[in-house]
């Protein structure tokens, strides 16, 4: 039995708003309250981290606003072009401030992009799946 796809049949469209968006507070606590405490541990001006935390808590807000709401696979896909928006934007980050962020601050934001990766790979598969 193949257990990946057995995961992506059984993750509903709901679900997927539900832990995008838990997620996203996840990540908006990190930038906006954790690393900006650490800030010379990680090298990521506290302006940027700010900001960041901003994109993640209103990703959150309507992550789960569309789960409570049941909203369907179009709104999935809304949320699946920001997360990729947003991994594009952190990449670009990264490779801008490189000579500021340390192996840590690196580490992060590409472990943080990795993870939103996988997620809108969930979240591509489902939404077809639900459109279809």
């Not at 935390?53 to 959150?60: E, P, Q």
């Not at 409570?68 to 670009?92: D, E, H, K, Q």
């Amino acid at each position: 039995m193949n257990t990946t796809r057995s995961i992506f049949e059984a993750l509903t469209v709901r679900q997927l708003f539900l832990l995008d968006g838990l997620g996203a507070v996840v990540t908006a606590v990190m930038l906006g309250a954790v690393l900006p405490a650490f800030e010379p541990a990680f090298g990521m001006p506290r302006p940027i981290l700010l900001a960041l935390a901003l994109v993640a808590a209103s990703f959150a807000a309507y992550s789960l606003t569309c789960h409570v709401r049941a909203a369907g696979a179009r709104m999935l896909l809304g949320i699946t072009v920001a997360n990729t928006a947003y991994c594009l934007c952190t990449l670009g980050l990264v490779v801008w401030l490189r000579g500021s962020l340390t192996w840590l601050g690196v580490a992060y934001f590409l472990g943080e992009i990795l993870v939103i990766a996988a997620l809108v790979t969930v979240e591509v598969i489902v939404a077809r799946r639900a459109r279809d």
